[in-house]
C-alpha cells in the first residue's frame, strides 16, 4: 500500500476511494493478511488519467 500510495501521490483512503468509485486497480490477495497491486495495472490506470487530461486539453 505505501508505494501505491507514493506512485499515485494519494493516501491510503483515497485509494480505497477510488476502488470503490473510479476503477482504480483491486489489489491481489497473496495471503490472508497481505495483498498486492499489479505495477502494470496501476500503472495503465495512470496512463489513462494522462490520456482523458490531454483529450480535455486538445479538445
Not at 13 to 41: C, I, N, Q
Request: glycine letters at 6%; one cysteine or more.
Amino acid at each position: 500500500m505505501p508505494e501505491v500510495c507514493e506512485k499515485i501521490g494519494m493516501g491510503r483512503t483515497a485509494v480505497y476511494d477510488l476502488m470503490e468509485h473510479k476503477g482504480f486497480p483491486r489489489p491481489v490477495r497473496l495471503s490472508s493478511r497481505y495483498v498486492a497491486w499489479s505495477e502494470a495495472e496501476v500503472d495503465e490506470w495512470i496512463n489513462q488519467r494522462l490520456a482523458e487530461r490531454d483529450d480535455t486539453i486538445n479538445a
